[in-house]
């Protein structure tokens, strides 16, 4: 295998890394960085800055009739899915937030079957279930608060977030 094959596939590998590792931190930031209870708060400042470096990014602006659609979009984003992602993170464990995060390549599998009647692989679904039970092995600890609210949150914004 050449140089530069090898080098390709380790780019590949930290790019795919990254942004678990990113979506991670998340909980890190809102527990230990963030003030408490203000999940709008917290997703504004979470996706704000994205937003206006995207707009900056592109070097022009919406046009006139693309605006409504644009703020509607991100009202709904900050105020429901960013949202649900810090109410989650404020009132969940963060190996208990790992875990049923890890159950959606279930529930897109799921989905897929029900809505296209595309019936996942067999590797695919055991994969997914060996990896909940490990993730569930290592991170959920005896004394986890199983919060309703939390969990409700993070259910409600399921499969809609990345990775």
């Known amino acids: 295998m050449s140089?530069?094959?090898m080098a390709s596939r380790w780019?590949?590998?930290l790019l795919t890394a990254l942004a678990p590792a990113?979506?991670?931190?998340t909980y890190i930031v809102t527990t230990q960085l963030l003030p408490p209870d203000?999940?709008?708060?917290?997703?504004?400042l979470r996706v704000l800055p994205a937003g206006l470096l995207l707009i900056l990014a592109s070097r022009h602006l919406p046009r006139r009739g693309d605006w409504g659609?644009?703020?509607t979009l991100s009202a709904l984003n900050i105020g429901v899915f960013q949202a649900l992602l810090f109410v989650a993170a404020y009132r969940l464990p963060g190996g208990l937030a790992a875990v049923l995060g890890a159950i959606q390549p279930l529930l897109v599998m799921g989905?897929?079957?029900?809505l296209d009647g595309r019936r996942p692989a067999r590797v695919a679904a055991?994969?997914?279930v060996a990896g909940v039970a490990g993730m569930a092995a290592l991170l959920l600890s005896p004394g986890a608060v199983w919060d309703g609210v939390g969990m409700l949150a993070a259910r409600r914004r399921w499969p809609a977030a990345p990775i």
């Open 38 to 44: 203000r999940p709008f708060t917290a997703a504004l």
């Open 126 to 128: 055991w994969a997914s």
């Open 3 to 5: 140089a530069r094959l």
């Open 11 to 13: 780019s590949d590998v």
């Open 111 to 114: 989905l897929a079957w029900g």
């Open 22 to 25: 990113i979506w991670g931190s």
């Open 69 to 71: 659609r644009l703020l």
